[in-house]
């Protein structure tokens, strides 16, 4: 079932949803951007509906809240050790349909990837629910329909599109129906908007040959990519972090650990002990990124990493494409197939 509502309505629905969640959603925060009167669209706390930017793509993700930069997971003192205290409140986070699908990614790694299932995670993802922002034409990047994260049926509380100063949800979620029932205008059958069309394209190799982790098509990045590690931090699916241990005393015995974000774009990353560093250049840094992207993660759970949200493109500062570096590999992964055909047929 679902429901169409003026803006009014909507702001009704939202403050009603609040007595029971913490709603987090995509803001415009004016001049805040990375270019002098520029925006940027990141996730918030919003208190109420005309916050909410159902228009722009986020710069950023929603993973700010299930996965945050910068994380205290306990305090400790000589004697003892503490969590850090978590708002036991829901959540409810607005997302379109391809974060949807990077939740799965997500979830995936936290919980499924291992023996133990991450409690940090484990403990904010139980409080998340999800509302779906329907998608009514593509943004400049995206590369969903290509990955197949372009539409999604289920896993949402209600959907919402804003069409012509109207709110059309579909609302699979009975305990709710109520709260939009008393403020829509009419009732009807709604479905979410998604698009079938983007303006990029991508074709995704379907087998990686050993030859092209020494391709010389790595090495432009070299150059090109500063280290910077924006693409990491606005990526859906990217989910490394490091630790940082804060001492409040001279002792080093009082102070608190944090889980902070990491990324494999960002020198350091593949430091170890002695001073070894496995992955020296950006062009190899590089070419670790996008194969685990479209590669390593498909051979380990069957389905690929990336979204194709093209947040990475949007936000690089040196214009690296991602998209055309997925072609590039493509295009060297069938040439060396067709080498490979020539050699065998003599
Ligand atoms: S790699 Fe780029 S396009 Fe793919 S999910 Fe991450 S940010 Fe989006
Ligand atoms: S955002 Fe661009 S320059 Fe920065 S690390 Fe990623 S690819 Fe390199």
């Given at each position: 079932?679902?429901?169409?509502?003026?803006?009014?309505?909507?702001?009704?629905?939202?403050?009603?949803?609040?007595?029971?969640?913490?709603?987090?959603?995509?803001?415009?925060?004016?001049?805040?951007?990375?270019?002098?009167?520029?925006?940027?669209?990141?996730?918030?706390?919003?208190?109420?509906?005309?916050?909410?930017?159902?228009?722009?793509?986020?710069?950023?993700?929603?993973?700010?809240?299930?996965?945050?930069?910068?994380?205290?997971?306990?305090?400790?003192?000589?004697?003892?050790?503490?969590?850090?205290?978590?708002?036991?409140?829901?959540?409810?986070?607005?997302?379109?349909?391809?974060?949807?699908?990077?939740?799965?990614?997500?979830?995936?790694?936290?919980?499924?990837?291992?023996?133990?299932?991450?409690?940090?995670?484990?403990?904010?993802?139980?409080?998340?629910?999800?509302?779906?922002?329907?998608?009514?034409?593509?943004?400049?990047?995206?590369?969903?329909?290509?990955?197949?994260?372009?539409?999604?049926?289920?896993?949402?509380?209600?959907?919402?599109?804003?069409?012509?100063?109207?709110?059309?949800?579909?609302?699979?979620?009975?305990?709710?129906?109520?709260?939009?029932?008393?403020?829509?205008?009419?009732?009807?059958?709604?479905?979410?908007?998604?698009?079938?069309?983007?303006?990029?394209?991508?074709?995704?190799?379907?087998?990686?040959?050993?030859?092209?982790?020494?391709?010389?098509?790595?090495?432009?990045?070299?150059?090109?990519?500063?280290?910077?590690?924006?693409?990491?931090?606005?990526?859906?699916?990217?989910?490394?972090?490091?630790?940082?241990?804060?001492?409040?005393t001279d002792n080093g015995k009082v102070g608190?650990?944090?889980?902070?974000?990491?990324?494999?774009?960002?020198?350091?990353?593949?430091?170890?002990?002695?001073?070894?560093?496995?992955?020296?250049?950006?062009?190899?840094?590089?070419?670790?990124?996008?194969?685990?992207?479209?590669?390593?993660?498909?051979?380990?759970?069957?389905?690929?990493?990336?979204?194709?949200?093209?947040?990475?493109?949007?936000?690089?500062?040196?214009?690296?494409?991602?998209?055309?570096?997925?072609?590039?590999?493509?295009?060297?992964?069938?040439?060396?197939?067709?080498?490979?055909?020539?050699?065998?047929?003599?």
């Amino acid at each position: 079932m679902g429901f169409v509502m003026s803006a009014q309505g909507f702001d009704q629905v939202i403050s009603e949803l609040q007595k029971e969640y913490r709603v987090f959603a995509p803001v415009c925060k004016k001049g805040a951007g990375r270019y002098t009167d520029t925006d940027v669209v990141m996730y918030d706390e919003i208190t109420a509906a005309p916050e909410i930017d159902l228009v722009h793509k986020s710069d950023y993700s929603f993973k700010e809240f299930l996965n945050p930069l910068s994380e205290t997971l306990f305090f400790f003192t000589e004697q003892e050790v503490k969590e850090a205290d978590l708002n036991k409140k829901k959540v409810l986070i607005f997302l379109r349909s391809c974060d949807m699908h990077a939740v799965k990614r997500l979830d995936q790694i936290y919980l499924a990837n291992g023996k133990e299932e991450d409690w940090f995670y484990r403990r904010r993802r139980d409080l998340v629910h999800f509302a779906l922002i329907g998608c009514q034409s593509t943004f400049e990047n995206c590369f969903c329909v290509d990955m197949k994260s372009n539409q999604m049926d289920d896993g949402y509380l209600f959907s919402v599109d804003c069409i012509n100063g109207m709110y059309y949800s579909d609302v699979p979620e009975n305990s709710i129906k109520g709260i939009f029932a008393a403020a829509c205008e009419t009732e009807q059958d709604v479905s979410p908007c998604f698009v079938t069309e983007n303006k990029v394209h991508v074709t995704i190799p379907e087998d990686v040959p050993f030859e092209i982790l020494k391709d010389s098509l790595w090495d432009e990045y070299s150059t090109r990519c500063i280290g910077c590690g924006r693409c990491n931090f606005a990526c859906p699916t990217c989910t490394c972090y490091t630790m940082q241990d804060v001492f409040y005393t001279d002792n080093g015995k009082v102070g608190e650990r944090r889980r902070v974000g990491a990324s494999c774009m960002v020198d350091g990353y593949t430091n170890v002990a002695g001073g070894g560093q496995y992955r020296r250049s950006q062009g190899e840094r590089m070419r670790f990124k996008v194969l685990h992207k479209i590669y390593d993660y498909r051979k380990r759970f069957g389905y690929d990493m990336c979204v194709g949200c093209g947040r990475c493109d949007d936000i690089c500062p040196e214009y690296i494409s991602y998209t055309n570096i997925i072609n590039k590999v493509n295009a060297a992964c069938e040439a060396a197939k067709q080498g490979a055909e020539e050699v065998k047929n003599g």
